[in-house]
């Protein structure tokens, strides 16, 4: 005997870098470009991590800090390797091009991704909506991080990641 469990997400739309949601609040985010810190001096280490804690306490809105992995897509990468093998007439260049090829299949079917980091928050007012943007971004970059707005891709991989265990869901025409 199967059982049916309806999962009903309250999202209207994905438009102009924010989820709408049903009840008329939007979640917007700030994606976070991934930065080794522990790879730095130990000071410097601990500076990034003040200038985080510092940035979190002048937050006075809730928040939520996400990571998700995101599926890489390096067929591009494999084109230009594969014309720079049939372009090469050394062997030894076809060699180490040709063990490149062999790792970038393998990355193909073990399924690479990079993780990326988001803070999303929720809010009715556009304009308080820009305002945490900014103040997230600026007390980032004090931090010396990089960031950006999240945009409507992004916000389809968050909720692909959430929704549908990680899987990228692709809808197309009907055609009849």
């Known amino acids: 005997m199967s059982t049916k469990t309806d999962f009903d997400v309250p999202v209207k739309a994905i438009l102009n870098n924010l989820i709408e949601l049903d009840n008329g609040e939007k979640v917007a985010g700030v994606k976070i470009i991934p930065r080794n ?100 971004m600026n007390g980032l970059a004090q931090a010396g991080l990089f960031s950006s707005q999240a945009n409507n891709d992004d916000l389809r991989v968050i909720l692909d990641s959430f929704l549908n265990a990680g899987e990228k869901t692709e809808f197309g025409t009907v055609m009849s």
Not at 39 to 59: A, C, G, P
Not at 65 to 70: E, G, Y
Not at 85 to 91: I, R, V
């Open 37 to 136: 810190i522990f790879i730095l001096e130990e000071n410097d280490q601990f500076s990034i991590l003040s200038r985080l804690k510092d940035m979190y306490n002048t937050f006075d809105f809730e928040f939520w800090l996400v990571v998700t992995d995101r599926p890489v897509d390096i067929a591009v990468h494999i084109a230009q390797l594969q014309a720079q093998f049939n372009q090469s007439q050394s062997s030894l260049a076809r060699k180490l091009i040709s063990q490149d090829l062999q790792k970038a299949n393998q990355f193909i079917n073990e399924g690479v991704s990079d993780v990326e980091f988001y803070f999303l928050f929720k809010e009715k007012n556009i304009e308080i909506i820009q305002k945490r943007i900014r103040l997230m």
